[in-house]
């Protein structure tokens, strides 16, 4: 069965920064384009950022600038660099591997993020 784990939540203050980690297992990591979604308290899950198979990478307009997504096929891992944080980040962070051939989607257990002073 198909695992997603992330890591690396936790509190920060406004204009600080959190490295998170989705570490992938039983699947052909280097096949899928991998996401990271966001939910905050009473909102509906967003798409935050998104890498292809072939790197090729897009962001949420409000991250743009701050947020880098980025990929590792040969530790099955995909990363979300989060600078600049603001208190409108704060939100659970989910990672997704999206397999573009079939429209299957898998989720990882989500890692909880909060900005705040």
């Known amino acids: 069965q198909v695992q997603l784990v992330e890591s690396g939540g936790g509190l920060v203050q406004p204009g600080g920064s959190l490295r998170l980690s989705c570490a992938a297992s039983?699947?052909?990591?280097?096949?899928?384009?991998m996401n990271w979604y966001r939910q905050a308290p009473g909102k509906q899950r967003e798409l935050v950022a998104t890498?292809?198979?072939?790197?090729?990478?897009n962001y949420q307009d409000s991250v743009k600038g701050r947020f880098t997504i980025s990929r590792d096929n040969a530790k099955n891992s995909v990363y979300l660099q989060m600078n600049s944080l603001k208190p409108e980040d704060t939100a659970v962070y989910y990672c997704n591997a999206h397999e573009t051939w079939t429209l299957r989607d898998y989720w990882g257990q989500g890692t909880q993020v909060t900005v705040s002073s």
């Open positions: 890498i292809t198979s072939g790197d090729s990478t």
């Open positions: 039983r699947i052909m990591f280097r096949l899928y384009a």
